[in-house]
């Protein structure tokens, strides 16, 4: 699967990316580079295709309940990229995946090499696989896989707003995983995976981290950052959101709707540029004939669903907006969405579906997705107000349809969150960089501007006059890039907050 297409994957809130099992034979105990830390951890090699040759892996033990830290434990899988010039080494670099569901270990396999250029042997740079992701240990739900269909766990309503269908899956799939999760589900939390970042530097011999967040793992950097300040060195933390406590995921999924109007413009431009002739894909001859030809296609595909490529599974008026969602977090994804719209409006043509929507997702995925954002907070609880507030929503973002104000399972969850959300707050060393493009359809701007809030004097921010979700390392702005690079590897962030021009 093609870079972009991973990263849409890798949708907040959503999709999870599966990270294949670790491998590589046995070896010993590695020796710390000249000047690392001694590891408490095992480490072997792991190489895999298009990765770093030398990535090495390894399994962490946490306790499945840090109140019971002598109870039963889980393994994480820990990977790692150890700096190949000792003598500039000047720590460690932690990777925190997105998601809730995204893989550390794939993440560094996917950047490790990008990262290794660029910080010239400034770290060893590490990852984890969450609880529940990848490697490490996971939970099921039992969940038919009529229900781990992308476009049915994301609660894409009916044809004219209905909710009643979504309703019905939500709380099925809350009963399903209150029966088959037990305690290992339950431990799936943003609390949790702090934690067992500590744990992992722990193990790693380091007195401090330095992190690259991204998108969710943002969230988890700055919760880290309130809980063990004392514990960061120069922390990145790419692609915000709202880090209001009292709505955490529910707040995110439904700030994508305007993060959708936001960034469709750069869309309808690219498919109305006359430079698409040449490759059968412009979709009109205006920017704003764009959007009206997407809303009525996706209109004729709810009542006409059009046979695909993949028996059994039409492209539906919801598989289409669910591909443009996707298709917005990167410009390379553009084509892929074009072409699909083209082969819908072709009477004789078959669609080929988009991976992420041409089989259900594996239960286990299903489960870490909707156990942590609805572990993490109490959600309104029934679906009460539902169809009200997805009529509201679809006649103010159509692009999204209501579906990130629509009930979720965490509206029937049977355990109410165990803790209390972290407030992030100023009180802290300042020593946080964020960046956030001004267009991201998953983290809007206006979303990062409360984090930026929320930090204070700990934060500066670097705004990047780009659309797509996340920024460092993603061949987009060169400016961006600079910024994060230098602060890596000197420690100096801009005096005031900054902007990046196209």
Excluded at 227 to 253: E, I, M, Q
Excluded at 392 to 404: S, W
Excluded at 478 to 485: E, I, K, L, Q
Aim: aromatic share 6%.
């Amino acid at each position: 699967m093609p870079t972009y297409r991973r990263k849409a994957a890798l949708l907040a809130l959503s999709v999870v990316s599966v990270a294949t099992a670790l491998t590589g034979a046995g070896a010993p105990l590695a020796r710390a580079a000249p000047g690392a830390p001694a590891s408490s951890l095992e480490w072997k090699p792991c190489a895999r295709p298009g990765g770093p040759a030398a990535q090495e892996c390894a399994e962490l033990p946490v306790p499945l309940d840090y109140a019971d830290p002598d109870g039963p434990r889980i393994t994480l899988a820990v990977s790692r990229l150890r700096s190949d010039r000792p003598a500039a080494r000047r720590g460690t670099l932690l990777v925190i995946p997105g998601g809730p569901g995204g893989s550390g270990v794939q993440r560094l396999t996917q950047k490790g090499n990008a990262l290794s250029r660029e910080l010239a042997g400034a770290y060893d740079i590490v990852a984890l696989d969450p609880r529940g992701v990848g490697g490490s240990t996971k939970a099921s739900c039992g969940l038919d896989p009529a229900d781990r269909w992308l476009v049915t766990l994301r609660s894409w309503a009916g044809p004219d707003g209905e909710t009643a269908e979504n309703a019905a899956r939500a709380r099925r799939i809350a009963d399903a995983c209150a029966r088959e999760g037990g305690p290992v589900l339950r431990s799936f939390t943003t609390a949790n995976e702090v934690r067992d970042i500590d744990r992992f530097r722990q193990a790693l011999g380091e007195r401090k981290l330095s992190a690259w967040g991204v998108s969710y793992g943002t969230y988890v950097g700055a919760v880290y950052a309130q809980t063990y300040p004392h514990r960061t060195d120069r922390w990145v933390l790419d692609s915000s959101g709202d880090p209001d406590p009292r709505r955490l995921a529910r707040g995110w999924l439904a700030n994508m709707s305007q993060g959708a109007d936001d960034r469709f413009p750069d869309f309808a431009a690219w498919a109305a540029d006359p430079a698409r002739d040449a490759e059968g894909l412009r979709l009109a001859e205006h920017p704003e004939q764009v959007e009206p030809l997407l809303l009525e296609l996706a209109a004729r595909l709810d009542r006409e669903p059009k046979e695909s490529d993949v028996a059994g599974t039409p492209l539906t008026g919801n598989g289409l907006r669910q591909t443009l969602q996707n298709a917005l977090y990167g410009d390379a994804l553009f084509p892929g969405l074009a072409r699909l719209v083209r082969a819908a409006q072709d009477p004789a043509a078959r669609p080929t579906l988009p991976p992420e929507l041409a089989r259900p997702l594996p239960d286990t995925d299903a489960a870490v997705m909707v156990g942590v954002i609805c572990n993490d907070v109490r959600w309104p609880q029934g679906a009460a107000g539902y169809e009200e507030a997805v009529a509201a929503d679809r006649a103010a973002h159509p692009l999204t349809a209501g579906m990130p104000v629509n009930v979720t399972p965490c509206s029937f969850w049977k355990d109410r969150p165990r803790e209390e959300p972290t407030r992030i707050t100023d009180r802290g060393p300042s020593n946080i960089l964020m960046i956030q493009n001004l267009r991201d359809p998953s983290t809007p701007y206006s979303g990062a501007l409360k984090m930026r809030r929320a930090l204070g004097d700990r934060a500066r921010l670097v705004t990047v006059d780009h659309g797509g979700h996340g920024v460092y390392l993603a061949g987009t702005n060169t400016c961006g890039d600079r910024a994060v690079t230098h602060y890596l590897t000197t420690g100096t962030r801009p005096h005031q907050d900054t902007y990046c021009a196209p």
